[in-house]
C-alpha cells in the first residue's frame, strides 16, 4: 500500500532561520496527489499546499513545496521562520488508483519556532 | 467555508464502556472519514463512508463501528472501549467531484478512557 515517511518527528528552529521539513512517499501509481496539512493546536487540520504537477512549485501563506516524481518528495519549505508558525504539519498522499478515497499520512512533523 | 462539527470535543469513558462520538458536515460532501491521530503514528483511518446507510473498513478498524444514517452525520462507536483507544479522533469529508480529494476536518474529539 501507499506510506509517507516524514523523517523528522520535531523541529525546533529560531524566528528567522528558514524552514525545511521532508516528506517523501510511495505509491504504485504514476499519478499521485500530495498534500501539506497544518494543524494549529486546538484548531482543525487544514490544507496548507497541494499538487499533482511534477517539478511544478506550489506556493501559499510563505511556505512553498514542488513534487519531484523522480525523488518521490514533496519536501515543504519557507525561507523564514515565523512565531506563528508553529504547529503540526502532516504530508498526505492520495493515488489515483484503487485506494483513491482515502488520503494516507505520515506521522507528521512538529515544527516549534523560538524567539 | 466547509463546516464539520464533532460532538463531544471531550470525553472521559471507563474501560468496557459504550462510547460514541458523532459528527455532522453541512458541505453537502459525499464521504466522510474517522481518523485517529496519535502521537508518533499521525493520523490514521479508521472507517470511511462514500453513502448514506453504508460504511467501509480502513487501515485500523478493529475495536470501532461506524454509522452513517445520513448524508450529514456519521458516527464511530467504540462498543468495549480500552485504554489503547485513548486518542484525539477527527472527522472530515470531502466532495467527491474534486479531482485532488481535500479534506476537510473537523475540531477533534479527545477521548480519555480509564
Given at each position: 500500500g501507499d506510506s509517507v515517511t516524514?523523517?523528522?518527528?520535531?523541529?525546533?528552529?529560531?524566528?528567522?532561520?528558514?524552514?525545511m521539513l521532508n516528506c517523501t512517499y510511495q505509491t504504485i501509481y504514476?499519478?499521485?496527489f500530495?498534500?501539506?496539512?497544518?494543524?494549529?493546536?486546538?484548531?482543525?487540520?487544514?490544507?496548507?499546499?497541494?499538487?499533482s504537477t511534477d517539478n511544478k512549485r506550489?506556493?501559499?501563506?510563505?511556505?512553498?513545496?514542488?513534487?519531484?516524481?523522480?525523488?518521490?518528495?514533496f519536501h515543504l519549505q519557507k525561507s523564514s521562520a515565523q512565531l506563528s508558525d508553529s504547529a503540526l504539519y502532516y504530508c498526505a498522499l492520495r493515488n489515483s488508483g484503487g485506494s483513491n478515497y482515502k488520503l494516507t499520512f505520515g506521522k507528521g512533523t512538529l515544527l516549534t519556532v523560538t524567539p | 467555508e466547509a463546516a464539520v462539527t464533532q460532538s463531544p470535543r471531550s470525553k472521559v469513558a471507563v474501560t468496557g464502556g459504550k462510547v460514541t462520538l458523532s459528527c455532522h458536515?453541512?458541505?453537502?460532501?459525499?464521504?466522510?472519514?474517522?481518523?485517529?491521530?496519535?502521537?508518533?503514528?499521525?493520523?490514521?483511518?479508521?472507517?470511511?463512508?462514500?453513502?448514506?446507510?453504508?460504511?467501509?473498513?480502513?487501515?485500523?478498524?478493529?475495536?470501532?463501528k461506524a454509522s452513517r444514517p445520513s448524508q450529514e452525520n456519521f458516527s464511530l462507536i467504540l462498543e468495549l472501549a480500552s485504554l489503547s483507544q485513548?486518542?484525539?479522533?477527527?472527522?472530515?469529508?470531502?466532495?467527491?467531484?474534486?479531482?485532488?480529494?481535500?479534506l476537510y476536518f473537523g475540531e477533534g474529539s479527545k477521548l480519555t478512557v480509564l
Open positions: 516524514q523523517k523528522e518527528g520535531l523541529v525546533t528552529l529560531t524566528e528567522g532561520l528558514p524552514v504514476s499519478n499521485a500530495l498534500f501539506w496539512y497544518v494543524h494549529y493546536l486546538n484548531e482543525s487540520p487544514r490544507l496548507l499546499l497541494k499538487s506550489t506556493e501559499h501563506q510563505g511556505f512553498h513545496a514542488t513534487l519531484h516524481k523522480s525523488s518521490s518528495s | 458536515q453541512t458541505n453537502n460532501h459525499d464521504y466522510m472519514y474517522w481518523y485517529r491521530q496519535d502521537t508518533g503514528h499521525g493520523l490514521r483511518l479508521i472507517h470511511y463512508s462514500y453513502v448514506a446507510d453504508s460504511t467501509e473498513k480502513g487501515d485500523i478498524p478493529d475495536g470501532y485513548t486518542a484525539v479522533y477527527f472527522c472530515a469529508s470531502r466532495n467527491w467531484g474534486t479531482n485532488t480529494g481535500q
